[in-house]
């Protein structure tokens, strides 16, 4: 079975401050992996994915295989990073996705 | 281009009732996908449809049905309510399955007393 753990639930940093977002998956295959971000009153939207391999808003993400993890990044947090984020895994194929429980992001000014 | 809307948007049954939730995907979009989002279980996937068939399940019972028109529009139903099936409903489309970007409309509150 596949899952995905973000072990924090609430993440709290300094305007400034270096973030990083923890996503550790649990798949035998090769997984497809996403952030997805909800701000305050808007919909869930797609953040990143590691197939492209972009840098958006900010944040990065690399996928480790040896570790299993897709932590999400952003050298310098600004205020309007503060939001909902989900990390998901795709098997791929015609398979399910599955979400992690997510992690708010709380950037202090 | 319109994004993806979710009909109605909040939605008060009793127990034991039945329900019928709807998503109209972007235009061009194939696949829509219905997820349950709880404070308890977080976003769990509901099923996956695809040019009118379901295509992907989650871990759901038979009570969660679902189904895909010919122009793409979804509809998702629930028998027998029960008051753990309170809960946001959302609904995803893109372009062909979970490759592409899914984009998210803004979903069904509903709440079973």
């Known amino acids: 079975a596949q899952r995905v753990t973000q072990p924090e639930k609430l993440l709290s940093v300094f305007k400034g401050a270096p973030v990083e977002l923890k996503c550790n998956y649990s798949y035998s295959g090769s997984p497809e992996l996403f952030w997805y971000v909800q701000y305050s009153r808007q919909r869930l939207q797609l953040l990143l994915r590691?197939?492209s391999r972009e840098s958006i808003k900010g944040f990065t993400a690399d996928l480790n295989k040896g570790e299993t993890s897709f932590h999400l990044k952003k050298p310098f947090a600004q205020e309007e990073d503060s939001a909902m984020y989900y990390c998901?895994?795709?098997?791929?194929?015609?398979?399910?996705?599955?979400f992690g429980t997510g992690t708010k992001l709380q950037v202090i000014p | 281009k319109a994004g993806v809307t979710q009909t109605p948007r909040y939605l008060i049954k009793t127990r034991g009732q039945q329900v019928t939730l709807s998503c109209s995907p972007i235009s061009g979009h194939r696949s829509v996908s219905w997820y349950q989002q709880t404070p308890g279980q977080g976003l769990q996937f509901l099923f996956e449809y695809f040019s009118e068939t379901q295509r992907n399940k989650g871990n759901f019972p038979g009570r969660f049905s679902g189904r895909q028109f010919s122009n793409s529009r979804s509809e998702m139903n629930v028998s027998t309510l029960e008051l753990g099936d309170s809960a946001l409903y959302l609904c995803?489309?893109?372009?062909?399955?979970?490759?592409?970007?899914?984009?998210f409309g803004p979903g069904t509150r509903l709440t079973v007393t």
């Open positions: 998901a895994l795709h098997s791929g194929g015609y398979q399910k996705v599955t």
């Open positions: 590691h197939i």
């Open positions: 995803a489309s893109s372009l062909e399955g979970f490759e592409d970007e899914q984009y």
